[in-house]
């Protein structure tokens, strides 16, 4: 029996124009933004759609950083998200699962959950305790499994086995960014930056964690080479007791590498170490905002 089951995410999923056109055509899906704000004004609202907005998007966060204006985000009032829910629940789903950005960098996860006890319909809300296309991917795996017969209860484990197994490591040029946005404290961003910091690091339960913190652009590259490498060829030996069958087994491919503002250079860093992305991705808008120019993030399943 095929059960009507809506998949519900937020943008700091990372979904590219082409999927989200997609998904949505598809139906039984939604992505409830998550606003990013230069100056109090809200940075959707300066462009019109098209499949270049996000792009857009991204290089006025960047700008504005240049430019030392107030960059900050903002998570989805649970209003937001009862009113996606009711919406699936009038159009006849039996159940949501809603999968967001760890509830340590964003109120996005405990609004869901405060609007999931008032929706019609049951919602499993998952905290994803990751970012980008670490989320993203497992968004649009579990989106292909809805027509599978599954219920809504074995597919959030799917998601909870996936995302437990998908890693994502980063650099970023600069401490700036993350100082504006209160990502670090004011006080070692000032010194990381005396110093030249240019943080390597990854997300591990939920928690931004920095693994190195090399002085040199160059040398920042070629450590999150040397562990987005080490992390695949551990992936690809493994013996994994996956609990559901559904689960696809990790096999240490790259997902996806992400850039801000600065693609050739992600994509020449890629080729000159040999990884070799499913996808090279923006950061979305609402990741850029605390990341800042140049900044690059790479996932591995």
Known sequence: ???????????????????????????????????????????????????????????????????????????????????????????????????????????????????????????????????GMALGHVVSYLHTMVSQGFSASELSQVAVEMLENTDIFFYVPTLDALRRSGRVHPALARVGQMLQVRPVGSIREGRLMYLHRPRSLERAQALLAEVVCERAACKKVENYQLEHVATPVPTGSIVAVHYCAQELEARRWASSYHIDPDFFVPLPTVLAAHAGLGAVAVVVY
């Open 1 to 131: 029996m095929v059960r009507r089951i809506a998949i519900v995410t937020d943008s700091s999923s990372a979904l590219d124009e082409r999927t989200l056109r997609h998904l949505m055509g598809y139906g039984g899906f939604a992505m409830v933004p998550l606003d990013v704000f230069i100056d109090d004004q809200r940075v959707s609202e300066r462009f019109a759609p098209s499949d270049k907005h996000s792009v857009q998007e991204q290089e006025a966060v960047v700008l504005a950083h240049v430019l030392g204006q107030k960059v900050h985000t903002s998570a989805p009032s649970p209003e937001r998200f009862r009113r996606v829910y009711e919406a699936f629940a009038y159009q006849g789903y039996e159940a949501i699962i809603s999968l967001h950005l760890s509830r340590h960098l964003s109120s996005a996860y405990s609004f869901a959950c405060t609007a999931a006890t008032h929706s019609p319909i049951p919602v499993h809300v998952i905290d994803s305790q990751t970012v």
